[in-house]
């Protein structure tokens, strides 16, 4: 059953959504400010996803996943946020969150976000185990770097870089076609799922992050194509 940390102070939305999580076959530990969440993490380790309201006492969400992902670099983190403000949404995807929700949502729309980032998360263990892992467990050069999909790592001169997954489905997604030019749109529907504005400034972001972690080889491009999309090469 998968295990997901939830946070949310809120009592009333805090009882309703674990209530209907759990309905559908999730184990929710929910806390109700930053703190607690923090200190459950460390001490109730493994999760398999974590769910962060933004405005929360004691710790916000956005300094709460920062802790995490100090601790975790993998594990998926969804944004559960009242903030209609663009920049507060992609600060959160800087400091490492994987997307975010905006409130008021619907019931449906959390558990498909949660559906689909649990399906594409799967560990390397939890693959194997289905017999899926087959082909992600190959690593594949981009450039000069080893890139493991299974372990989300990029390794080059020795040094290891710890990727997100879903900075790593990204990279996967640019690497499978290099020197190809790649439609912003087919790129979110593939990852994302949607392709909409906010979405759009998201993998902006993710494709800033990538130019980061392969500065090391100078050949590596990851090139903004105007009005269309990306192409990257090497």
Same mark, same amino acid.
């Given at each position: 059953?998968?295990?997901?940390?939830?946070?949310?102070?809120?009592?009333?939305?805090?009882?309703?959504?674990?209530?209907?999580?759990?309905?559908?076959?999730?184990?929710?530990?929910?806390?109700?400010?930053?703190?607690?969440?923090?200190?459950?993490?460390?001490?109730?380790?493994?999760?398999?996803?974590?769910?962060?309201?933004?405005?929360?006492?004691?710790?916000?969400?956005?300094?709460?996943?920062?802790?995490?992902?100090?601790?975790?670099?993998?594990?998926?983190?969804?944004?559960?946020?009242?903030?209609?403000?663009?920049?507060?949404?992609?600060?959160?995807?800087?400091?490492?969150?994987?997307?975010?929700?905006?409130?008021?949502?619907?019931?449906?729309?959390?558990?498909?976000?949660?559906?689909?980032?649990?399906?594409?998360?799967?560990?390397?263990?939890?693959?194997?185990?289905?017999?899926?892992?087959?082909?992600?467990?190959?690593?594949?050069?981009?450039?000069?770097?080893?890139?493991?999909?299974?372990?989300?790592?990029?390794?080059?001169?020795?040094?290891?870089?710890?990727?997100?997954?879903?900075?790593?489905?990204?990279?996967?997604?640019?690497?499978? #076609?290099?020197?190809?030019?790649?439609? #912003?749109?087919?790129?979110?529907?593939?990852?994302?799922?949607?392709?909409?504005?906010?979405?759009?400034?998201?993998?902006?972001?993710?494709?800033?992050?990538? #130019?980061?972690?392969?500065?090391?080889?100078?050949?590596?491009?990851?090139?903004?194509?105007?009005?269309?999309?990306?192409?990257? #090469?090497?």
């Amino acid at each position: 059953m998968p295990r997901i940390l939830y946070v949310e102070d809120d009592p009333n939305l805090g009882f309703v959504t674990k209530d209907n999580l759990e309905l559908n076959h999730y184990e929710i530990v929910h806390c109700i400010d930053g703190q607690e969440a923090l200190d459950t993490f460390h001490q109730q380790q493994p999760f398999d996803m974590c769910v962060l309201d933004v405005m929360l006492p004691k710790l916000d969400g956005f300094t709460l996943a920062q802790r995490i992902r100090q601790q975790d670099r993998h594990v998926p983190i969804l944004f559960l946020t009242a903030r209609s403000l663009q920049e507060d949404k992609l600060h959160g995807l800087r400091i490492g969150g994987d997307d975010y929700l905006t409130k008021p949502f619907s019931m449906e729309e959390l558990m498909l976000k949660i559906e689909i980032f649990l399906r594409r998360s799967q560990t390397p263990e939890a693959a194997a185990a289905a017999g899926k892992s087959e082909e992600a467990n190959k690593k594949v050069l981009v450039g000069k770097y080893a890139f493991d999909f299974e372990k989300l790592q990029l390794q080059i001169n020795g040094k290891t870089q710890d990727l997100t997954y879903r900075e790593a489905e990204v990279l996967r997604y640019l690497a499978e #076609r290099p020197n190809q030019v790649i439609k #912003r749109e087919d790129l979110l529907k593939a990852i994302w799922g949607d392709d909409d504005y906010f979405m759009g400034r998201s993998l902006d972001v993710f494709m800033s992050r990538l #130019r980061k972690y392969l500065c090391d080889d100078p050949n590596i491009k990851i090139e903004g194509i105007h009005g269309v999309g990306f192409r990257m #090469r090497w």
